[in-house]
């Protein structure tokens, strides 16, 4: 039942529209001896709340008074409200991203919307993100960013293109210790028991051993080397005992890492493989739809770990300043509460305290805040609520945002309206309303998502091949073959034409490529779009040509005044021109 009001808690739920008023109306009332006068003010003062607050004395309405301050950032997410009128905009600020973000809701209460809206300020503000994306949501955000890449991770029909070695550990981590880490994580996510990651610990340990990974050796042994000394060990111990049943556990997870087009993830080792490093200064989602949990759980696990490991290793950045954001949807599959306990605290959960001091900010979506791990909870800065039905997410939310006396205004929220607790700039909860994601309702199907990302991971990966062949000592290595065989023949090629030799081998340009550069070659100087008037080219085909010759170094764009303004003329470079001879 709804508990009547007094005239003070009356006067303080005006003061956020009425200012001064407000108290001024609670002294006269205070302060009147008549009692008709003292009843007369209470009657004004219930008509005003009424009028003011758009509501009634027996209604029960969440007015929790605004910030005073406007929330002013480079993230708007919506905007604060009090008594459904506006008062400003709600913004983060990197500052409050580096402390982690938590977002609470009941299934359909607007948490992937406003994931949304804070994904589209971080394109907006060009900042780099990670979206472990666990029911293929967010997909349509890649007609928002030409330059984002969504890898369906385990499902072959659209963009299956993410390949690591998980067993090679990231710049500057001792194998030793990655392999211990890695065990962890398995023995974790897989369930499985402190035998089994014994068994694993020393059949990896062994296998590193061989493949020369302790004296130095880049040739990291992959799960497919681990799965066959697994079954080795099995065929000769078979029925003995404990260390078999061990084995076995071993077997069927060496077997789980292997399989299907997971295993194809996890153990791939051609140099077409990508690292984790690649993808930091880059806006990824990660579809995990097609996977199991364990296997879920385990791919994310481990790209936390990793990128953690990393950053710790390099230990550049402990500026605190923000570089990534890590989004995580169903967060308590990850960081659950009540998980199983192979370790006292799971590596996640460290990886969630002390991550914000390498710049990386996690932001945790999930339906049910009392199944999320106290750590996470606990330790983010931001926590918005949306609404709330079930009892022991009401009771953790209206503790964590200490307003259990109001803990029915989760239940009263909304779609798309949220509760918002800070620790930093304003102290108590506010009420906040989030605008729709126009671009939430896009769709994109397999299809275009392929064509797409095999177009994006072809060109990345020519490049690579082409950085990698056009490098000093690789480029010296071949002018070394070509003077070897000129000195066997007795052929004896100019210096410049054995340079432009290696570079022809080393890139192939496209038709277009070729005929931009010898327009360039032959016009020095020429303004960009007389370029692409000339070639008879859109600008956008024109730009994507240019920008890619730019990159690799074949052109230039000089920015120079004249009489109407600055114009951009461009000119191919030595190794530009070296190229189209060769
Ligand atoms: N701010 C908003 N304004 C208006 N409508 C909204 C808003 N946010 C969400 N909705 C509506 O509610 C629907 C569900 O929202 P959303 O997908 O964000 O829920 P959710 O909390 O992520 O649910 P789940 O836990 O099931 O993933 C949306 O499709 C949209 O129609
Ligand atoms: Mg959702």
């Avoid at 299956?160 to 996510?189: M, Q, S, Y």
């Avoid at 983010?380 to 803990?407: E, K």
Wanted: with cysteine; glycine share 4%.
């Amino acid at each position: 039942m709804l508990r009547a009001l007094t005239v003070e808690e009356i006067c303080k739920k005006l003061r956020p529209v009425m200012g001064k008023k407000a108290d001024l109306l609670y002294l006269q009332y205070k302060l009147a001896d008549d009692i008709e006068i003292k009843r007369e003010i209470e009657r004004v003062i219930n008509a005003l709340y009424e009028e003011k607050l758009n509501t009634s004395l027996i209604e029960e309405k969440i007015l929790l008074a605004p910030p005073e301050k406007t929330l002013t950032g480079e993230y708007e997410l919506g905007k604060t409200i009090y008594a459904d009128k506006s008062y400003g905009p709600f913004c983060l600020r990197d500052h409050d991203m580096v402390r982690h973000i938590c977002v609470s809701g009941m299934s359909g209460s607007g948490k992937t919307n406003l994931a949304f809206i804070l994904l589209e300020q971080l394109v907006k503000n060009k900042k780099p993100f990670i979206v472990f994306d666990w029911k293929k949501s967010f997909r349509p955000l890649l007609k928002k960013d030409k330059e984002m890449m969504c890898f369906t991770v385990g499902n072959p029909k659209a963009s299956n293109l993410f390949r690591i070695n998980i067993n090679e550990p990231p710049a500057g981590v001792e194998p030793k210790e990655w392999l211990g880490l890695l065990c962890d994580l398995i023995t974790e996510c897989f369930f499985a028991s402190y035998g089994v990651h014994k068994i694993l610990t020393e059949t990896i340990d062994k296998a590193f051993r061989d493949f020369g990974v302790y004296k130095g050796s880049q040739n990291y042994p992959t799960w497919y080397h681990i799965l066959d000394r697994l079954q080795e060990q099995e065929s000769d111990q078979k029925g003995r005992g404990r260390e078999s049943e061990w084995i076995t556990s071993a077997v069927r997870i060496a077997y789980a890492l292997t399989f299907g087009h997971f295993g194809e993830v996890v153990t791939c080792k051609d140099k077409y493989s990508m690292k984790v490093e690649e993808l930091l200064n880059k806006r990824v989602i990660f579809e995990l739809n097609s996977l199991n949990d364990a296997e879920k759980k385990f791919f994310c696990e481990f790209i936390l770990t990793y990128i953690y490991k990393l950053k710790k290793a390099s230990d550049i950045s402990r500026k605190q300043e923000f570089e990534l954001a890590i989004l995580v949807d169903e967060a308590h599959n990850i960081f659950l509460r009540d998980r199983t306990r192979f370790l006292k605290e799971s590596v996640t959960e460290m990886i969630y305290r002390e991550v914000r001091e390498y710049g990386i900010s996690l932001i945790c979506l999930d339906q049910h805040i009392s199944k999320l791990s106290e750590v996470v909870a606990g330790n983010s800065a931001c926590n918005i609520a949306f609404q709330q039905i079930l009892p022991q997410d009401v009771d953790t939310i209206s503790g964590l945002m200490h307003i259990r006396d109001n803990r029915n205004f989760f239940t009263l929220l909304p779609v798309g309206k949220a509760l918002v607790k800070l620790s930093e700039r304003h102290f108590t909860p506010f009420e906040i309303t989030v605008p729709l994601s126009e671009i939430k309702r896009e769709k994109m199907s397999e299809n275009e998502l392929a064509e797409r990302m095999k177009k994006e991971i072809k060109d990345k990966k020519r490049l690579k091949l082409f950085k990698e062949r056009t490098s000093i000592p690789n480029l010296k290595r071949q002018l070394q073959r070509v003077e070897t065989i000129s000195k066997i023949s007795g052929v004896k090629p100019k210096k410049g034409d054995m340079l432009s030799q290696s570079i022809l081998e080393s890139y192939s340009f496209s038709k277009d490529q070729k005929k931009f550069l010898k327009h360039i070659v032959k016009h020095p100087g020429t303004g960009v779009s007389q370029a692409y008037q000339a070639l008879n080219w859109s600008a956008r085909k024109g730009n994507q040509i240019k920008k890619e010759l730019e990159r690799l170094g074949f052109i230039k764009v000089e920015e120079v005044k004249d009489s109407k303004g600055w114009k951009k003329k461009i000119y191919a470079t030595e190794l530009g021109e070296k190229a189209l001879k060769a």
